[in-house]
């Protein structure tokens, strides 16, 4: 393999390290606990007397909120990382130049993914979509031999 191939393999590799840095990032930002709220409660006592107390409540994650779907929305994006980086890998050791079609599929289906979501996690998944494509671009001068 030249060194320009290994300089594009590496790259690569950098960029399927922070395409899953994107995943913890999303994970941190849906597991993470805003701060907290206070609630007025007016009780009523016997005889017609009432009290005040004021409650504070923590603020719930949208992971507490949603349980299920978070979970599967961070398995799905973890899950897509894995396949580009995959497809890289492939792509490395069989010194292929050519575009990642298993890689671009994950990539559009993350931008797919990013606009169906983009009133709620949509856009904090928006980099991980963008380096999905740039992962499946076609790697040039991969396929060189020495000679």
Known sequence: MTRAAKRQVALRLVLAGCAYLVVVAVGVLLFWRPGSSTVT???V???????????IQPGRSVYQENTGPVTVILLVLFAMA??????????A?????AL????????????VFCV???LSVGPFALPLA???????LPMNRLGETVG
């Open 41 to 43: 409660v007016e009780h």
């Open 45 to 55: 006592v016997t005889g017609g007397g009432t009290y005040v107390t004021h409650m």
């Open 82 to 91: 894995t396949v580009a980086t995959s497809s890289v890998v492939y792509r």
């Open 93 to 97: 050791v069989k010194r292929s130049s």
């Open 100 to 111: 990642g079609v298993t890689g671009m599929v994950v990539a559009v289906l993350a931008c």
């Open 116 to 118: 169906l979501a983009m």
């Open 130 to 136: 963008a380096l999905l494509v740039v992962l499946a």
